[in-house]
């Protein structure tokens, strides 16, 4: 087998009459003003409109076309387009013939267009051979997901493409089936054929290496073509290394097809690891305890939505296991093949779950729908070892796209999809998160618990775990956290608390998203500002030490992402609960997370994103430090604070916090933590403002820095006295005037033209183009501000 990656292609983001209209003269495409644009793959058209302020995102049709040039080495064999994953559906036509569809946004699928290819070339000759694909993401109730889940619903190819050349005998799915037997294992190896040839000899060749490349295992087998699946031998693996997150351990099976049609190799990964969940216990990994500590993934990144590069997710993948992260919930739809096989060598452990998720239960259309992306999920993507669970729906407790909602169907389908994955794989477990009447029919459960965000305070967490450990027999905690603006801090972490009360729960509810009506809460009441956000995950963290039956739980999530259901939010329509940014800049919380399950040594100090502190001069304040070192020392100024020993029970920040008299002004912190075998370092410099502040009156321009034909315009609040206003959180809107643009709908903090302020403060990009640019600044009750960016030097400028 060949494969071409096809990385370019034209794209119009409209529907058209039929697939004629991407080949028909020109004339007539300019008259209906069709724009036809080269466009790389991956690609999402909703790139920059899933995160507009003021308009709803695309949902609707689009089209690519190109002309393929065909060069099979193969006589006789088979021609493919293979597509890793188009949104939502796709329809794919070989000039004007339609040769199949798709319906699902996130699993692979293959289309044999080698039949459609002959025809064109026999009507028109030889030559490159037109090719068109519809893509569609427009609303339907008999698809999953639910258009009112939480999350993005993207059109266009936003995964790889490729152009496959098969000869006519060819591996099809092989199913590799490792057993870890105590001090032993053995490897099984199921295949089945794709062949169009009757009564050939088939010539194989097995291979297995190990984690250093050396031979373990290798077979030699003759044998007639064969149809279905086929077992075709088990090795027998002494003392084989075992896979763990700490030392993850591949071992590579070389297949090799030979037939007097051609030749084809497939190279597979697999591992070795036995795992189990402990009825109201622990989760055990090859006979030992592992605490499961774990995060979520989108497949969502600033300014290309869904059409991540590979480069992008490796660098995700890499801050994860930075952070110490060794399990991973992938919400909520299969994900690309680069990430399972990422988490195979990384050692990170993967629930991966089909997108049932919200809305009711459908027709029987929707239901097969659910069944097909099941058994493609699982034949898929099986083979890889970090997988553990199968997830089934998330959130079915959830009405809304149907008029009626009936538990009980829901139950029988749910049943229906438990044992469908385990005829199909046996060796995993299912699992489904919040749908409490559902919880005994899967293998896992996860219970809604959102103690300090959604419901209660965040010092019920532990009850509210144990509790469900109780009742269910296997729980692993999923979605757990807070909402965090990046860049709004606080001095008081627990202003917007005054009202929650205790003991009313700590589940989520319907509606508990909104920022408005309903009990007291945190995800209302409080200012979503880092500093909460930080304790918060602190004593959740610290909590998850003291619980010997804790299986393990997960953060939600590990990067901000787009959803069309929260347009209030300080970055509109972003769900602002990650650890990172949209485009991957660390908040504060991921350190705390890197002070708990990092093992390369680190310290942080809390506040690189807060250049002001306020307070009296008189007033003691606290630093804190988040590090995994046993021992830190705080320098003010160049002056040590002392020593302190990280105790994790000792909250917040493990015992390292120092209080001290800050100096009006400017001043240096630098802390110092001791490891083992060396030291880590972190430095940061903030200013204390003492005086006092009322009502906003006006926008100050603090800075310009200019640099590669980008301005960034730094703005502050402030009152009628021109102090600056630390406690504000009103709206910033940005335009602009001239031949530049603006860089917004990036969905963070400093890349948005409508968003909440940080402390009184918000900045914006500026392409100048090499042109002259007024940008206009607006805060609602406030005089406008303008500034003229042609007049900005290439360095930084402070203005007043």
Not at 764 to 789: A, H, K, R, S, Y
């Amino acid at each position: 087998m060949l494969q071409k990656t096809i990385t370019e292609l034209e794209f119009t983001r409209h529907d058209l009459g039929g697939p004629w209209e991407c080949w028909r003269s020109a004339k007539y495409t300019n008259h209906f003003n069709l724009p036809w644009t080269r466009v790389v793959l991956p690609h999402c058209w909703n790139a920059s409109d899933a995160v507009d302020p003021d308009l709803p995102y695309y949902e609707g049709a689009g089209w690519y076309r190109t002309q393929l040039e065909i060069d099979s080495p193969y006589d006789d064999g088979r021609v493919c387009l293979h597509f890793e994953g188009t949104g939502q559906r796709a329809q794919v036509y070989i000039h004007t013939s339609e040769v199949g569809s798709h319906s699902g946004g996130y699993d692979e699928w293959t289309l044999d267009i080698t039949e459609a290819c002959a025809a064109y070339h026999a009507q028109y000759g030889e030559g490159p051979v037109p090719l068109a694909i519809r893509c569609d993401n427009a609303r339907d109730l008999e698809t999953i997901p639910s258009d009112v889940s939480d999350f993005n619903l993207y059109g266009g190819i936003y995964r790889a493409m490729h152009l496959v050349y098969r000869p006519a005998i060819d591996w099809g799915d092989v199913r590799l089936e490792p057993r870890l037997q105590n001090a032993s294992a053995e490897l099984s190896i199921h295949a089945e054929l794709s062949s169009y040839v009757a009564d050939a000899e088939v010539e194989l060749k097995l291979q297995l290496l190990n984690a250093q490349g050396e031979e373990v295992a290798q077979s030699e087998l003759s044998l007639p073509c064969w149809q279905g699946e086929r077992s075709l031998l088990t090795w027998q693996i002494d003392a084989p290394e075992q896979w763990h997150p700490a030392h993850p351990a591949l071992y590579e099976v070389h297949l090799q097809l030979s037939t007097a049609v051609g030749q084809s190799e497939r190279r597979l990964k697999t591992a070795f690891r036995h795992f189990e969940f402990v009825p109201h216990g622990p989760f055990m990994l090859n006979g030992e305890r592992l605490l499961l500590r774990g995060t979520h993934r989108h497949e969502d990144h600033a300014g290309v939505a869904q059409a991540m590069t590979e480069a992008q997710i490796r660098e995700e993948f890499r801050l994860m296991k930075e952070m110490g992260v060794n399990f991973i919930r992938l919400g909520h739809y299969q994900q690309s093949e680069l990430v399972l096989q990422l988490c195979d060598e990384l050692g990170i452990l993967v629930w991966e779950e089909i997108p049932w998720c919200r809305g009711g239960l459908g027709s029987e259309s929707y239901r097969e729908m659910c069944r097909r992306m099941l058994r493609n999920m699982i034949s898929q993507h099986r083979n890889h070892p970090s997988v553990i669970i199968w997830g089934l729906g998330n959130e079915n407790d959830w009405p809304a796209d149907f008029e009626a909602f009936d538990q009980d169907a829901i139950r029988d389908f749910m049943r229906e999809l438990h044992e469908l994955s385990h005829h199909l794989d046996p060796a995993r477990k299912t699992a489904i998160r919040r749908c409490a009447f559902c919880a005994d029919i899967v293998d896992v459960y996860s219970p809604s618990i959102w103690a300090g965000w959604y419901r209660g305070l965040y010092t019920e967490y532990k009850k509210a775990a144990l509790s469900a450990i109780q009742e269910h027999q296997h729980v692993l905690h999923v979605e757990w956290g807070g909402d965090s603006h990046a860049g709004r801090h606080t001095e008081d972490s627990a202003q917007g608390l005054e009202e929650i009360q205790a003991g009313q729960g700590a589940d989520e509810q319907d509606g508990d998203y909104f920022l408005e009506g309903g009990q007291a809460r945190a995800s209302k009441d409080t200012d979503w500002t880092e500093t909460y956000f930080c304790d918060l995950v602190d004593w959740h963290l610290k909590e998850q030490e003291t619980m010997p039956e804790l299986t393990g739980a997960a953060q939600w999530p590990f990067k901000d992402f787009s959803t069309p259901v929260r347009p209030e939010n300080p970055v509109p329509y972003m769900n602002q609960k990650g650890v990172l940014e949209r485009d991957m800049t660390p908040k504060e919380g991921y350190y705390v997370f890197q002070s708990y399950w990092a093992t390369k040594p680190m310290v942080h100090i809390y506040g690189h994103s807060w250049p002001i502190r306020w307070g009296r001069l008189d007033e003691r304040k606290y630093i804190k430090v988040y590090s995994n070192c046993p021992e830190v020392e705080l320098f003010l100024n160049g002056v040590s604070q002392g020593r302190r020993l990280r105790d994790s029970q000792n909250f917040p920040a493990a015992n390292l916090r120092w209080g001290v008299d800050l100096p009006a002004g400017r001043y240096t912190l630098k802390a110092i933590g001791y490891a083992v075998d060396g030291t880590v370092e972190d430095e940061l410099t903030q200013s204390y403002q003492i005086e006092s502040w009322g009502a906003p009156a006006s926008i100050r321009i603090d800075q310009v820095n200019a640099e590669d034909g980008l301005s960034t315009v730094h703005c502050q609040l402030v009152d009628a006295q021109g102090i600056p206003c630390l406690d504000a959180k009103d709206f910033y809107r940005f335009s602009l005037a001239g031949g530049g643009r603006l860089i917004d709908n990036q969905g963070t903090a400093r890349a948005s033209r409508r968003v909440g302020a940080c402390n009184g403060r918000a900045q914006i990009t500026v392409d100048l183009n090499q042109q002259q640019n007024v940008l206009g600044i607006l805060v609602e009750g406030l005089e406008p501000c303008f500034v003229n960016l042609s007049v900005c030097s290439q360095k930084n400028n402070t203005l007043r």
